[in-house]
């Protein structure tokens, strides 16, 4: 806790300082620097925690409006964790990346109150996850908003930019729109605001658990971007700046889980449907999150997509969880917790690392348009080895962490599979089919994005010569896919590590947890082994070849079927590589081609673009705002401008509202 | 999880055997073609002579295009050691050792379609391009197809999988035994390039998926690609014929026999296939890979009752 508290007040005063100090280098050394010691010593802390060291509470009241009341048990303490390393990590990376460049615009505002506005988000996030009082929690979850609201919006003469930041500050609110009626009704029901009474409370509203699941995942699942409530990640993770997208996407969205998670703690024994209902969320969002991202042209809203993809495998997890805690096989309920825990924590390192290495790109190339990249791993090694582990990662393939968690909930969905009750084996095949779908096209995409980005030749000239970024940046991206490698090596260790969240989280007795971890811990022992024979295979070979050829090898230009003069405009670009999934899934993405073709028998050019808007943000909620403002168009007439107008409006709804209590 | 020294004898079968079974398809299809056909063992000595030659890498290339022939090897070995042969058990098994196997060729294909676009050829992209598609549409026809035989034997562990079906769940659950091998034949065929997704022999690249993806590796790197594709037909060709094939008596030669008796059936019926069937055009390959797993799902219908 000591810990904890330091570390907040070290993140929280070093932003203010920076946000005061004059000189940009100052504030960015204050900003960053405090950012990165309080992440060391609150990761420590929460490190110590997520083991099980006795759960450490702290309470003050402030007067009447609420009490301070935060505590670390396994479960806080396994988000805060993910939370401070991500969040050092990335201020790490952002100190460099915010430096001035030649040829951009300094016009972007002071590192300072940037570097507020990210260390007021790490600490509310780290707030969020230990808050044990309603008022508390939303006033972090707010605070949490509005921070990365800011840090969203920091190159706010764009266009682009600041539309991304209004949809953000619109969707955010409309999920906290749906957490006060939820806290509102748990806190009447116990007349208090406190977390520790709203089990008693909700059992007392046991009718009503349903409603407050669904306020819960409506709300919640805003936050986490669950599909089709996700419409705010594309748009705003490609605006913030990279290290802000890698704490948002990899950490921030993370919230919405916790405060899932948090909130079935509180509802006591789960009903069959919420397990039902979060694995056909979990389908539509891996399967609709990794199609849009295919569809992509943009770096970074390819990536954004995927977090969709990746919350809905986390729910998966979870959805599998909830079954088994629901239908009483503690084994299921085990795995599948225990998958969607990891995978948040999996999500974190892998996302973070990828979009630490788009905006190498980015910074490099100054374009995040994937069709106009080529080459880059020659140029940028660095990046390219880092991205490279990402995308091995993030495809949940063996021998990185993204595996461990999607084998666990591959476990479980076998595992449910075979179970003789119709509600938990239906579930769990479609569990099953949507991770083999998930997983087949996640490698599909990153195939793509490392494929054209990274390797061939550059499909443009490019204006300035790429090249990797410099120590800070190349040293965060190694951190964390250092940490991508070291999570899958000690991953069966890790699994039993996590029995008292695992624990937490389902509501099982601890020692049932722990006893049901043993055999999945002993599985990724043997996965482990056998990955590890694969690398020393890979390198063996790698060896034995060299020794083949010993210096016969003869460098030529790629064969193209012996055309002689290949170009790089020839190479296969990212759109044509996606096209055959997209145009099969077509139906489902509604691609939009704008063409010219070709005509007569001297064409003076051609061009094809196609766009994928969102369909959630196009076919759902584009016709229910624009139904909205035709309904309150009619009001329009009170919207004079006048003040004294509208503070006859407030005289007199007073007086209604005084008349109607009388 | 003791070592049994049977699984090292199946592993050191699929090593040796493994490109035999390229062999035997082969032959097959030059006897329907009136030809005498090559050697059974051609595919080891093309092997042998490969590894004697120089390589010839394009400038374009990083050392991602030397990754993927030896990434591919090596996944397939490891998973040839994962994978339990004529009802024995794998080296290493435990329940979702099939989630490793698939995923280890998961790996290979990452690696190669990398490889494939390192060289900047528009050939290669397309084929690469292909691949990830069909690849993507066969996992979940595969993992459907396995789950109709883990709910069969009550175990999602290869090996006690596998060595679970014997004739007594055969005349209980043969419809949809029947149907999960139909679909896991075709996963098999699509994943190993064969007619009627892929053909080997094509000459056109156009019209290639696998092979095209390959068409700059020379040398030893190629050896790796053949041998790697020929462990992949084994491995999964042995998940095929332990459902196929339910010979358990407990005797490890009469179930070897079987089960090399087996393989030889379904590399004459690859040939079979390959001599009696045209490619099927490139769009009308993702309909058979999602009828192959809407035949799985059948299968699974089937055993909820």
Known sequence: ????????????????????????????????????????????????????????????????????????????????????????????????????????????????????????????????????????????????????????????????????????????????????????????????????????????????????????????????????????????????????????????????????????????????????????????????????????????????????????????????????????????????????????????LFKGLLFLGAGSVLHAVGSGEIDRMGGLLKRMPWTGVAFLVGAVAICGLPPLNGFASEFLVYAGAFGGAGSPTNAVSIPALAALVGLALIGGLAAAC???????????????????????????????????????????????????????????????????????????????????????????????????????????????????????????????????????????????????????????????????????????????????????????????????????????????????????KL | MQLHALALVHLAIALLLAPILLGLVNRTKAKFAGRRGQPVMQTWYDLAKLLHKDEVRSRTTTPVFGLGPVVGLAAAAIAAALVPMAGGPAIVAFPGDLVLVAYLFGLARFFTVGAALDTGSAFEGMGASREVLFSALAEPALFLGLAVVGRRTGSFSLTSMLGAVDTGLWTRAAPELALAAIALGIVLLAENARIPVDDPNTHLELTMIHEVMVLDHSGPSLAAIEYGSALKLWVLGSVLVGIAVPVRTGSPWVDGGAFLAGMAVLAIAIGIVESTMARLRLVRVPQLLVSAGGLAAIALVLTFR
């Open chain 1, 1 to 348: 806790m000591t810990s904890l508290l330091v570390s907040l007040g070290v993140v929280c005063s070093g932003g203010m300082a920076a946000a005061i100090v004059r000189r940009p280098r100052a504030a960015t050394v204050l900003g960053a620097g405090s950012a990165m010691l309080g992440s060391v010593l609150g990761a420590l802390g929460a490190a110590r925690a997520v083991i099980g060291a006795p759960v450490e509470a702290l309470e003050f009241s402030w007067g009447d409006f609420g009490r301070i009341s935060i505590a670390i048990d396994p479960l806080s303490a396994f988000f805060l964790l993910p939370i401070f390393v991500l969040s050092g990590v990335a201020a790490l990376y952002g100190a460099e990346y915010l430096k001035p460049r030649d040829g951009a615009s300094g016009a972007n505002g002071s590192p300072g109150l940037h570097w507020l506005s990210f260390n007021l988000l790490c600490a509310s996030m780290a707030l969020v996850v230990v808050a044990r009082d309603a008022v508390l929690f939303l006033v972090a979850w707010e605070s949490m908003a509005l921070a990365s609201f800011f840090l969203v919006t920091r190159e706010n003469d764009r266009r682009a930019v600041r539309d991304a930041g209004w949809l953000y500050l619109a969707a955010t609110h409309v999920g906290t729109a749906f957490l006060f009626p939820l806290f509102l009704i748990l806190s009447h029901e116990a007349h208090t605001t406190d977390f520790s009474a709203f089990p008693a409370a909700a059992a007392a509203l046991q009718g009503s658990s349903g409603v407050l699941f669904l306020l819960a995942l409506v709300g919640f699942g805003t936050k986490a971007g669950i599909l089709p409530l996700h419409i705010w990640l594309p748009e705003a993770h490609p605006a913030a700046p990279s290290h802000v997208s890698a704490v948002m996407s990899g950490v921030m969205i993370k919230t919405g889980i916790y405060g899932l998670v948090r909130m079935l703690t509180f509802l006591g024994p789960p009903q069959e449907w919420w397990g039902w209902a979060l694995v056909a969320l979990g389908c539509a969002s891996g399967v609709g999150g990794v199609l849009f991202a295919l569809a992509q042209h943009d770096l970074k809203r390819l990536l954004a997509y995927h977090s969709v993809e990746n919350i809905g495998i986390i729910l998966l997890g979870i959805g599998l969880g909830i079954l088994g805690v629901a239908t009483h096989v503690p084994a299921l309920a085990v795995l599948g917790f225990a998958g969607g825990l990891l995978h948040v924590v999996n999500h974190a």
């Open chain 1, 446 to 660: 990153f195939a793509k994005a490392f494929g054209v980005v990274f390797l061939g030749e550059p499909r443009e000239e490019l204006a300035s010569h790429p090249h990797d970024p410099g120590l800070p940046m190349r040293l965060s991206m190694a951190l964390l896919a250092g940490a991508c490698a070291l999570v899958a090596l000690l991953a069966p260790w890790i699994v039993q590590a996590m029995a008292p969240a695992v624990s937490d989280a389902s509501g099982l007795d601890a020692d049932l947890v722990a006893g049901q971890l043993a055999a999945p811990s002993r599985w990724l022992g043997l996965i482990v082994g056998a990955v590890a024979a694969l690398v020393a295979l890979v390198l063996a070979l790698i060896a034995w070849r060299a020794r083949l050829l010993a210096g016969r090898i003869a460098t030529t230009g790629t064969w193209d079927c012996g055309y002689a003069r290949p170009t790089a405009r020839m190479q296969y670009t990212a759109s044509s590589f996606a096209q055959p999934i997209t145009a099969f899934f077509g139906p489902f993405l509604r691609t939009r081609a704008h063409a010219v073709r070709t005509a007569g028998y001297f064409p003076p050019g051609a061009s094809h673009a196609t766009e994928t808007p969102d369909v959630a943000s196009e076919r759902v909620f584009a016709p229910i705002l624009f139904a909205t403002k035709q309904a309150l168009a009619r009001l329009h007439w009170m919207q004079q401008g006048g003040v004294h107008l509208y503070v006859l409006y407030l005289a007199v709804t007073l007086l209604v509202l005084l008349v109607w």
